[in-house]
């Protein structure tokens, strides 16, 4: 269940993100013809920078809000930047999201989780390489085995044709030394 404040903190940075690239605080009005009306709009949370004198759980209360422990200030997170600067708040002081998490160990986290999912990537894409691989090493042992079994049924008939004609020979007289023997000697 350690892994859950996480998912959320990462959901709440992209959506900070989202919230910046968009006109934060900002109200829609449609005017048609005669009459008009409002769109829904979202209330104006108040300036983060407003809740400098709180404590970190009322900072953090707002996606936008960053929370410096060392000097207990509550400032705007800089979106522009993924990481805060350090002249704005150290990353080890720098909470976000969760008053627990600071920036350094999430950074960490995050990274040694990217890099596991990279290597179970690759180890997968070995693995089928390599099963494949020996998929065809045994469908090419199973052809040379049965290769080797049609040459020795193959051989096997040879030698028992030749065991027969040897005795037909041997039958009517007939010398396996030359074919033209009996031509030389009439008797």
């Known amino acids: 269940m350690n892994f859950i404040p996480l998912v959320l903190l990462l959901f709440g940075l992209s959506s900070t993100l989202a919230q910046n690239t968009l006109s934060p605080n900002t109200t829609t009005q449609t005017t048609q013809s005669s009459t008009t009306s409002k769109a829904p709009t979202t209330t104006p ?35 522009k930047n993924i990481l805060p600067p350090s002249s704005l708040c150290p990353l080890n002081d720098a909470r976000w999201g969760l008053c627990t998490i600071n920036f350094q160990i999430l950074i960490i986290t995050l990274s040694v989780a990217g890099a596991l999912l990279i290597i179970g990537f690759l180890l997968c894409i070995f693995c089928c390489c390599k099963c494949e691989n020996i998929g065809s090493a045994r469908f090419q042992n199973r052809m040379n085995r049965q290769t080797d079994k049609t040459k020795t049924k193959q051989e096997q008939r040879k030698t028992e044709l030749k065991i027969r004609h040897d005795e037909i020979r041997q039958k009517y007289g007939l010398s396996r030394a030359s074919p033209y023997a009996r031509f030389d000697n009439p008797s």
Do not use: F
């Open 45 to 79: 949370h108040p300036s983060c920078e407003s809740k400098t004198g709180t404590n970190c759980d009322e900072c953090l209360a707002y996606v936008d809000c960053l929370w410096c422990i060392s000097t207990k200030t509550c400032v705007t997170y800089p979106a």
